[in-house]
């Protein structure tokens, strides 16, 4: 079993930035994928950013065109940790964030990774 947990949301104004961190901990033995996702109130939840590597399961890296350019996902395959520089936020950008992890990017990619976190709340002001 593998417990994950997003960290680093909060609120700030319009163009200012925020970090998120996702850590993967219980059997993390095995390399893991992880991957970004949000959920607006009445929305349905969307890939944001996704990047990793599963043991048997091709690398993949991917961004949502609405955050290309402001937003850098990164990860720590040692410690099976995700990150997520957001820059240049916009009031659209807030929503809950949650963090998948799952032992192959397939799973991640379709938004079906085996393990998610509870969310970690983003909101951006005008």
């Known amino acids: 079993q593998v417990q994950v947990m997003e960290s680093g949301g909060g609120s700030v104004q319009a163009g200012g930035s925020l970090r998120l961190s996702c850590a993967a901990s219980g059997d993390t033995s095995r390399n893991y994928c992880m991957g970004w996702f949000r959920q607006a109130p009445g929305k349905v939840r969307e890939a944001v950013a996704i990047i990793g590597s599963g043991e048997g399961i091709p690398y993949h890296l991917y961004y949502a065109d609405s955050v290309k350019g402001r937003f850098t996902a990164s990860k720590d395959s040692a410690k099976n940790t995700l990150f997520l520089q957001m820059d240049s936020l916009k009031v659209e950008d807030s929503a809950i964030y949650y963090c998948?992890?799952?032992?192959?990017?397939?799973?991640?990619?379709?938004?079906?990774?085996?393990?998610w976190g509870q969310g970690t709340q983003v909101t951006v002001s005008s």
């Open positions: 998948a992890a799952d032992q192959g990017c397939n799973s991640v990619v379709a938004g079906i990774g085996r393990y």
